[in-house]
T-cell receptor
Framework: GAVVSQHPSWVICKSGTSVKIECRSL??????MFWYRQFPKQSLMLMAT?????????EQGVEKDKFLINHASLTLSTLTVTSAHPEDSSFYIC??????????FGQGTRLTVV | LAKTTQPISMDSYEGQEVNITCSHN???????ITWYQQFPSQGPRFIIQ???TKVTNEVASLFIPADRKSSTLSLPRVSLSDTAVYYC?????????????FGKGTKLSVKP
């Protein structure tokens, strides 16, 4: 299947700083990528839809000024958690689809804010 | 609100066949049924997708009755490494439009 890669796999940052997470589709072009957040023992929750060359679409309750999404190319989308706080600590996962088929997920990024 | 209902957990032993059934009573005509596997601290991994009848790949089989209101994921001869959470999702085009709504999934525990 298609490969979606995230970087970094895990990151620890101080409260108040910003963290950038990259999501790359390695062997296909993805006009749309999706960002999810997963808290411990819970299911994945869609945060936003990232569209190449345009603004992201955020789900209700997700602060667009806090979670900055940039989709600069057909193979790269980035999520920046700005002014991170301990409650932002979570597992962040991206996904992308090749055409109208199933979505493929990255390996996830564990963010810990101390 | 998840559109699917599946058992919260299941236990099995190595070598057994495991069948996980998912209910999706409100499935729409354009919806596909997709199953994902997730290990702790990893992203979901695609297992299988289908629209109707039966689909089989090297990992699993997916059985979908004619009314499509449910589906069953069948894992043949499970091993310890199959211990994971399994999600059943229904979505237009299999989720490529970003409309994947994850339910709680089924936590499968395989014992020796």
């Amino acid at each position: 299947g298609a490969v979606v890669s995230q970087h970094p796999s895990w990151v620890i940052c101080k409260s108040g700083t910003s963290v950038k997470i990259e999501c790359r589709s390695l062997d296909f072009q993805a006009t749309t990528m999706f960002w999810y957040r997963q808290f411990p023992k819970q299911s994945l929750m869609l945060m936003a839809t990232s569209n190449e060359g345009s603004k992201a679409t955020y789900e209700q309750g997700v602060e667009k000024d806090k979670f900055l999404i940039n989709h600069a190319s057909l193979t790269l989308s980035t999520l920046t958690v700005t002014s991170a706080h301990p409650e932002d600590s979570s597992f962040y996962i991206c996904s992308a689809a090749q055409g109208n088929t199933e979505a493929f997920f990255g390996q996830g990024t564990r963010l810990t804010v101390v | 609100l998840a559109k699917t209902t599946q058992p919260i957990s299941m236990d099995s032993y190595e070598g057994q066949e495991v069948n996980i059934t998912c209910s999706h009573n409100n499935i729409a005509t354009n919806d596909y049924i997709t199953w994902y596997q997730q290990f702790p601290s990893q992203g979901p991994r695609f297992i299988i997708q289908g629209y109707k009848t039966k689909v089989t790949n090297e990992v699993a089989s997916l059985f979908i009755p004619a009314d499509r209101k449910s589906s069953t994921l069948s894992l043949p001869r499970v091993s310890l490494s199959d211990t994971a959470v399994y999600y059943c999702l229904v979505a237009i085009y299999g989720g490529s439009q970003g409309n994947l709504i994850f339910g709680k999934g089924t936590k499968l525990s395989v014992k020796p």
